[in-house]
Each structure stands twice: as C-alpha cells, then as structure tokens.
C-alpha cells in the first residue's frame, strides 16, 4: 500500500462543487489502495478578505493576530472536505498544523519548519483514516500560532510527505503542471516534464507562484521528489526532482516575470570602506528582502548602488535608510522609480552554454523594449523593464528561446 500526499490550493477548493470534486478524487486515491493525507488551501481569496479585514481596521495589524486570523481560511476548509469526504462514506479526520506536528521558529507570518512529530499523524493512518491536514500553519514550541508565508502550503504538503516518508507527493492546482512559463501571460508556453529543484526553486523565486520558494528549498534539503498537476484532470504534470546529466541539453527552462517592483538608487556615497555594510545592514534590519544589487565603480570618489524591492517594501525602505543617508553626508541622495518590473530567464543548461545572455537582450531591443538593471547567477538572468512592458518581453524572451517548441 503507497502512502500519497496530495495537496490542493486554493481554486482547486475555492466552491462546494470545487471541495465535492476533491473529496471525490481523494476518495478514488484511496478506493485504488493507497494511504491518503490531504493538504489543504483556504478557499481562494479568504486569505486575501482576512488581511483586507485587519488592514481595514488598522494599518499595522499586530502579526501574532494576524497569524491566529489567517490560520482560520485554512481550518474552514479541512473542515469541510472533510465532511464532504465523510458524505461520501470516508472515514476521514481533519487536523490543524499544530496537530500534524508542525512545529515552527522565525517570525510571525513568516513562520520557518523547526522539527516535525508526526505522531498523531500515524496514529490516524494506523486507524484507517484519511487525514485531512490544514496548510500554511505550524505551532512555535510555546505553542504559538505561526504561518508559513503566502503560497505556504505547499510546504506543508513537502514537510508533512518529509515527516511521513510517503510514496508520491503530488501538488494538485489550477493547471496542468509547470510550464516554460505562466501560460495565461504566455498562450504558447509548454509544460515541462520534468525541472530540476534548482530551476524550479530560481523560477518560483523570481515570479512563478505555481509553486512557494521555501517549499522548493525545503523539497531539494529532504529529497522530496514532488509533481506539479491539475485538480481537474488526470493528465500527467511536471516532476520536480534533483537534476541529471540529460537536462543540461536544454539551456533555458522558463521565463518567468515579476511585477510591482521598485528601484532604489543611492549616489554620492563616499568611496570608503563599510560604507555597503551600513547601507544594506539598516534596510536587512528593516526586514527588507533586495533583489537586484548593483554598485558602480566609484567615480570622483563616491560610489553609487541600486537595488530593487517589491514597491511595498519601499516606504519602509525610505524610512530605514534615511538616517542612514543623512549620515553619509550631503552628497549622498537615494532616487526612487516604481513601475519595474523583473524578467528572468533560467536553466541549468546555461553553466555549459556561451551567448544565452546575449540572445536574451537582442531580443528585447530587437523589441524595442529597455533594459534597466541586469542581474545574473549561474542558471539565471535577469533584467528589469518598464512594468507595461513585462507581458511583450516575456512573449519575445519566451520565442527566441524557442521555448513554444519541444527541445530536439
Ligand atoms: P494554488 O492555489 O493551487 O496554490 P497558485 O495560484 O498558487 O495555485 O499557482 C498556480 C498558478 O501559478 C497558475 O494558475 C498560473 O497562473 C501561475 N503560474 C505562474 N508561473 C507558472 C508556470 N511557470 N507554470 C504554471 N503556472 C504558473
Ligand atoms: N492560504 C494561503 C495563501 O493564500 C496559503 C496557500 O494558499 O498556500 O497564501
Ligand atoms: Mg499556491
């Protein structure tokens, strides 16, 4: 008998007749002789309603409290899968995080997996039940309730098929698997087979929520091999797995975009050491995540860096780095520009192919779309565009990549 996780987001539960196809295909799951535990999503757009709710009556909701809100959209729906999954005669049991053993450190609303007791977990599996596991929420060991970041679900069904060692994971959501890149902005994008957990974890990082970042991470550190694939039918999807030797031969996997980026730029800093430190350090302690990091060679002696950031984080940016600023001296100026947006273009391949940038940036000019700041890794690259052109250059990226096309 196989032990299967099957985790279902948000839209795959998102109306009763949604939850009532769920339950039917977790039925049919086990009816073929397998384990099964469920992770499930808060219907779609609970998340979103609760957050509007607390920010509607406070513009700092405390995090703790937002946590014990967000926690419930995912209670709602075990719940009721469950009972879906008990009308049609499955002896099943919902649990919360803290229940499934989840226990988690860091900060609220950005909780990370410590350690997991599957205890109870087993206990139910040895009982015959199908288990019904709320996602995106853990327990601090003083008994605190945390989640785990938007999209954190999908590292509960990774931690939990982790804790249990089951037989196949599967990320069940609203299309076929992982494509070369998010197919309503690019119609002619293909699935993937198969992606490495590098790519997938550059590509979820840079843009493609199909799946959470942190859960991709947490899937390469444990082995999890995971499939991505629709709840709504039985085509395969995409495995995601440790990468071999044959996936070299493709040099980009997918494009994927950001939007609603912001660029800072600071001039005038004095070209002396520790100057980076202090700058970067206040915006780290401000818990601001940068993108993009680019400093210029010092010209004149002041040095000059830009870095990009989520336009929501700018305000909170500005503030930090103003004592900071004002301490560099009165040379020292920082410059704002919203409106940016991120194109990356990632793949393995590219460690073992020359001019894969090059055909990436004559394509956009070819466009005649502008390039702002450049960024590159060793499987990614990245550029920024004027936000109303990030649709056209994935478009453009995507085909001179060849990416609508089977590799040869
Ligand atoms: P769920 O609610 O099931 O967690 P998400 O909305 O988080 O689903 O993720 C699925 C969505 O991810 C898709 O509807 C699609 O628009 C988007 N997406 C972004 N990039 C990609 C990609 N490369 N491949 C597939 N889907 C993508
Ligand atoms: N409900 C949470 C969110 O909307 C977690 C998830 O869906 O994975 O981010
Ligand atoms: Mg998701």
């Not at 843009?207 to 799946?211: D, E, Q, R, T, Y």
């Given at each position: 008998m196989a032990l299967i996780v099957q985790k279902y987001g948000g839209t795959s539960v998102g109306t009763l007749d949604r939850i009532r196809n769920v339950a039917a295909r977790l039925k049919r799951t086990r009816d073929a002789g397998n384990q099964v535990v469920a992770v499930v999503s808060a219907m779609s757009g609970v998340t979103d309603g609760l957050i509007k709710m607390a920010r509607d009556l406070?513009?700092?909701?405390s995090e703790r409290e937002l946590d014990v809100l967000l926690a419930t959209g995912e209670q709602q729906s075990i719940a009721l899968v469950t009972m879906a999954l008990q009308h049609m005669g499955v002896d099943a049991v919902s649990i919360t995080g803290g229940q499934a053993g989840i226990f988690t450190t860091g900060s609220h609303t950005r909780g990370r997996i410590l350690?997991?007791?599957p205890s109870l977990m087993r206990q139910f599996l040895e009982e015959g039940k199908m288990l019904v596991v709320a996602g995106f929420q853990g327990i601090s060991p003083k008994g605190m309730i945390h989640t785990l970041g938007r999209g954190g679900s999908d590292l509960t069904a990774i931690a939990v098929a982790a804790a249990l060692k089951a037989d196949v994971c599967q990320i069940l959501t609203d299309v076929d698997g992982v494509y070369t890149c998010d197919p309503r902005i690019v119609p002619n994008a293909r699935k993937l087979p198969e992606i490495s957990y590098d790519e997938m974890l550059e590509m979820a990082s840079s843009?493609?929520?199909?799946?959470q970042s942190r859960s991709v991470e947490f899937a390469k550190k444990f082995g999890v091999v995971f499939e991505v694939r629709s709840s709504l039918n039985d085509n395969p999807g995409t495995l995601v797995l440790e990468e071999h030797p044959n996936m070299e031969n493709v040099v980009i996997r997918g494009v994927s975009i950001e939007r609603s980026q912001a660029r800072v730029t600071i001039t005038g800093i004095p070209d002396e050491p520790g100057m980076s430190g202090r700058i970067l350090g206040a915006l780290g302690e401000a818990e601001i995540n940068l993108d993009m990091i680019i400093s210029n060679i010092a010209h004149d002696g002041f040095a000059r860096h830009s870095f990009t950031m989520p336009s929501s984080d700018l305000g909170k940016a500005q503030a930090a780095l103003k004592p900071v600023i004002a301490a560099l001296g009165s040379d020292a100026k920082v410059e704002t520009e919203g409106g940016v947006a991120k194109l990356s273009a990632v793949g393995i391949g590219m460690r073992s192919h020359c001019g894969v940038a090059a055909t990436m940036f004559k394509a956009l000019g070819a466009a005649g779309i502008n390039i702002g700041m450049i960024s590159t890794s060793e499987i990614k690259i990245a550029v920024t565009v004027d936000e109303t052109r990030i649709e056209d250059a994935a478009r453009v990226v995507h085909n001179a990549f060849g990416l609508d096309k089977p590799p040869a």
């Open positions: 406070t513009a700092n909701p350690n997991m007791d843009g493609s929520k199909v799946m």
